[in-house]
């Protein structure tokens, strides 16, 4: 095993430090368009974000021993058509940069933010500018993972309460308490925020409905930095025009790029942004350490970090 | 003692509370501009905002033996001309929602979310949104009272490092370092982040100017929730014009409210908000309680919650 196809681009520093230390690899740096077959058929190693492999380019992967995706999200993985290939991803590196994100839209719609960013445009000054405060809110978070958990922990110095939910209720760290999922519907309305991390599987998909936010308060506040596909477009619709809920804050989005035009631009209770939660320059160095941790233990796939179980898809 | 003036407008839940407990005291409610000598004369006590005592009001206040400032801020007190009056104020209060409003404005900052809001209201996906990060900054904070120690110790859980100043270095809860406020010129170039919460004194007044700005790393953040008089406009003119350091976010100012057309409202580099960091419904809830705390304790000064030195100011 030692030819490296890699879709993903690396850093100068990056690429030396492969020079130096893994001399005994090829590299072959491609663009994820123009991968031929021929390159397909020469890796051992497919370093990739994971949405650039096909159900059908499989057959050309003929030597395909292990597979390093720079994401947390396999949703785009051919996964069952992966079997005995070797996965590991880069989950663990999105926590930081969600978290402040999370918060960061969160204090900006409580205290108002952007609205007073735009009285400073006009030069007005706000005489009566009262805000609200977290502290003291009860948080519930979808998805106590890595990221979950990170969020949690810092939730937890403003001052919340936190709970999380998980397939069977496990205690995690950070987390007041946990629950299990499918106990959502009873203790959703204790919720003033509710934060949606979980992945994209069969068993996320169209998991919140109409039901799930009449559950909700009507004061509640909504955040889905998870995966888009966690409720249908006609959920959103429907919450938002009937205002079930007072705000939804949504990075991820069913159809992304959200096109011009689409409904969901018409909505005053609703804050967009273009699925920016994990993006910072800091990812591909986090995502890179990953790679070499893994890389330098390639002669035993069994002692690499963040192997992905190809049946659960996570 | 039993004649309590206030100026302090409080709500009916507070009202029935003071009349169910304190039914031996009288009270007077009057809006600050209303209030007469006759009701000076009258109090013992007083419960105020802080700007609405006068040093030539001392004179009529001829009974007056506790003041309750029902904020955290005494600069508008007339305290040379209070010699014998108790003083107590509402600070740690404030601590809560200062933090919440700092790294709310730091996020929005740092995460580009104004931008964002703006192009969600034209349909516009951004599709490299990459924002930055505040983990892994240094924060340099003037001021060590209860909000900075608070703010640190939420900062903290993000993941920076914090530096915080005050008179003499004393060590202080949640910061990673303190250092005597004299050795802010050799030790401000260390830091991504410095965020200005000193009261207003004789000597904070004009203390930064613009030669701590260029000892500042030019990547540096400054905030101000402190008072504006910390530094004078011509230094923050000075700064933002020529660029020594990246961004301002000021809430407060030499002038207030901040008049349109100021020069100020010109820069891009600049953000404002309207003195309202500490501004939350839950403002006076607390407050109250302090007074409630302290009127509870009336007939044992030494024993009352945040006693002002006179001389000293705070």
Redesign the interface.
């Known amino acids: 095993m030692k030819n490296i196809l890699s879709t993903t681009r690396l850093r100068e520093d990056m690429l030396e430090q492969l020079e130096n230390e893994f001399g005994g690899y090829e590299f072959r740096f491609v663009k994820s368009r123009e991968v031929t077959d021929r390159d397909r058929e020469w890796a051992d190693i497919f370093v990739t974000y994971g949405s650039d492999m096909k159900a059908e380019d499989m057959q050309a992967f003929k030597n395909l021993k292990w597979v390093m995706v720079m994401s947390a999200g396999l949703d785009d993985m051919p996964l069952s058509e992966m079997e005995g290939v070797h996965i590991t991803n880069a989950k663990g590196i999105h926590k930081?940069?969600m978290?402040?994100?999370t918060?960061?839209?969160l204090?900006?719609f409580?205290?108002d933010?952007?609205q007073?960013?735009l009285?400073?445009e006009r030069?007005?000054?706000?005489?009566?500018?009262?805000?609200?405060?977290?502290?003291g809110k009860t948080v519930h978070i979808l998805g106590t993972g890595s990221i979950g958990s990170h969020l949690a922990?810092?939730l937890?110095?403003?001052?919340t309460e936190t709970t999380g939910y998980n397939t069977k209720g496990r205690e995690v760290e950070n987390f007041d308490r946990t629950l299990p999922v499918d106990e959502l519907h009873a203790h959703i309305g204790e919720a003033d925020i509710v934060i949606n991390i979980l992945p994209s599987t069969g068993s996320t998909r169209s998991m919140l409905n109409e039901e799930t936010f009449r559950k909700m308060k009507d004061t509640a506040v909504f955040v889905n930095i998870g995966r888009g596909d966690i409720m249908t477009d006609d959920t959103v619709n429907a919450v938002l025009s009937e205002g079930y809920i007072r705000h939804m804050i949504l990075d991820v989005f069913n159809q992304?790029?959200?096109?011009?035009?689409?409904k969901f631009?018409e909505y005053d209770n609703l804050?967009?942004?273009?699925?920016?939660s994990s993006?910072?320059?800091?990812y591909l160095t986090r995502a890179f350490e990953i790679f070499i941790y893994n890389l330098r233990r390639a002669d035993d796939f069994d002692s690499m970090e963040n192997i992905i179980d190809n049946a659960r898809g996570y």
Do not use: D, M, S
């Open positions: 930081i940069q978290t402040e994100y918060i960061g839209l204090l900006n409580y205290k933010i952007h007073l960013n009285e400073q030069a007005y000054w706000r005489k009566q500018a009262v805000t609200e405060e977290i502290y922990g810092v937890k110095a403003f001052g992304e790029p959200l096109p011009p035009g689409h631009y804050t967009i942004t273009p699925h920016a993006k910072t320059p800091e």
